[in-house]
Structure formats: C-alpha cells, structure tokens
C-alpha cells in the first residue's frame, strides 16, 4: 500500500465548475500537507501549504485537511482553463522526513 | 519562474553510460532535493543535500550518486545507466534543511536511455 493515494483521473470538468481533488494517506504521524500543480513537461510548483487539520483559502484554491479519516482535498472555484494540469499532493511528518507525493491527478478544464 | 535552474533540459545517451545534471537553488537556499519522476512511479525523492552535507536519502540506486558545493549547487551523477532510467529529474530546493520547509522545484531534466 504507497502512504500517499491519489486518483489518477483524468478528471475532466466544464468552465466555471466546482473541481475537489482528493488524496488519502496512511501515516498518522503526517502533519504538513501541500498541493503542488504541475503543467506538462515542467516542474512541480507549490499551490498551498497546510499544518495539521482544517482549511486554508488562496484566492479560488480552498485546501482541506481531515486527519481523522487521513483525507487530503484542493477544492478549486470556478475553474478556468489555465487550471489545467497535474495536481499532486504531497505530505511529510516533519523534522528531517523525507516529502512524500501521490501520483497526480490529471485535470482539464474545457472552455 | 521558481529561481531553480537546471542544466540540461534534455538528455540524451546510450545503455551503461554516465551523465551528470546540474542544480542551482534559489538565492538563499540551503536546501536542495533530487527527485525522479517517471510516468508508473510518479515523483520519488532520491536525495537531500543541506549546506553541503548529505541529509537524508530515499530510493537512490547505487548507481547514482550526489554533491552539493561550497556554492551550493548540486550535481546528480547517474552511472551505467540502464533504460530504465528514462525519467524526469527535478531538483527542488527550500530554505532550511527539514521537511516542513516549502521546496520549490525547478523546469527538470529529461533523461532518455537507449
């Protein structure tokens, strides 16, 4: 089982949509949870950083952390087509532990 | 533009060879990871470097190896390459040397085996 699951869609949604990208993990001991997107052959860029449960709002990008049921979610408002890419999430337990990212979920947005 | 700049963009070599990618982190950093990105793995940390000294390692063959200098630029040497070594390589670098600090990668280099 890899610690951090994450669907690897395509997730396909009209312009203007409510999109939720997900990710479950396994280690109980994680406590820094980001997103990252990523568009096709370039590098990771980091979209929202969170500590422990709750949410985080950035603009259109709504970040929510569960640490009950170990569920990760990005919640993006009205969604334009620049959103477009790879959304990977991404979790570490702190100290010297390494970052530990699902596999991506590919979302296109269609004007 | 993340401030990370890697060299080359892409890489092209044959079965057994050895190549070296190059890093540069961002102005401050003192942090900087290497990662593999292949399409049934996706991103796997393979090392980090802080301030010059190795601090943690994730899955690295032994066939790979890294440095950080005194300018704090990385190389990620990869030897007898075999063609599945075809991925993606990103270098990220962050500020301090745990975890929690936010990693900001750069464009990538594309190895391709034959």
């Known amino acids: 089982q890899k610690e951090v699951e994450q669907d690897p869609g395509p997730l396909s949604v009209p312009e203007g949509a409510i999109v939720s990208l997900n990710c479950t993990y396994s280690n109980s001991a994680f406590q820094y949870f980001m997103w990252y997107r990523q568009y096709s052959r370039k590098g990771p860029e980091l979209l929202m950083y969170?500590?422990?449960?709750g949410n985080k709002e950035d603009g259109r990008f709504t970040a929510q952390v569960d640490k009950s049921s170990k569920y990760i979610s990005l919640f993006i408002r009205d969604s334009q087509p620049s959103d477009s890419a790879t959304y990977l999430c991404a979790t570490n337990s702190g100290g010297y532990q390494k970052v530990t990212f699902g596999t991506g979920t590919k979302l296109q947005v269609i004007p | 533009d993340s401030g990370v700049t890697q060299t080359p963009k892409h890489l092209i070599t044959a079965t057994g060879q050895r190549v070296t990618l190059r890093c540069s982190p961002r102005?401050?950093?003192?942090?900087v990871y290497w990662y593999q990105q292949s399409l049934d793995q996706g991103l796997q940390f393979l090392i980090q470097?802080?301030?010059?000294?190795?601090?943690a390692k994730g899955n690295i063959l032994e066939r790979f190896s890294a440095q950080q200098f005194p300018d704090l630029h990385s190389e990620l040497n990869l030897s007898s390459l075999e063609l599945g070594d075809s991925a993606l390589y990103f270098c990220?670098?962050?500020?301090?040397?745990?975890?929690?600090?936010?990693?900001?990668f750069g464009p990538g280099t594309r190895l391709t085996v034959t």
């Open positions: 470097y802080y301030n010059g000294e190795e601090r």
């Open positions: 990220a670098s962050s500020v301090g040397g745990t975890g929690t600090y936010e990693q900001y």
């Open positions: 969170t500590y422990s449960s």
């Open positions: 102005s401050g950093d003192l942090s």
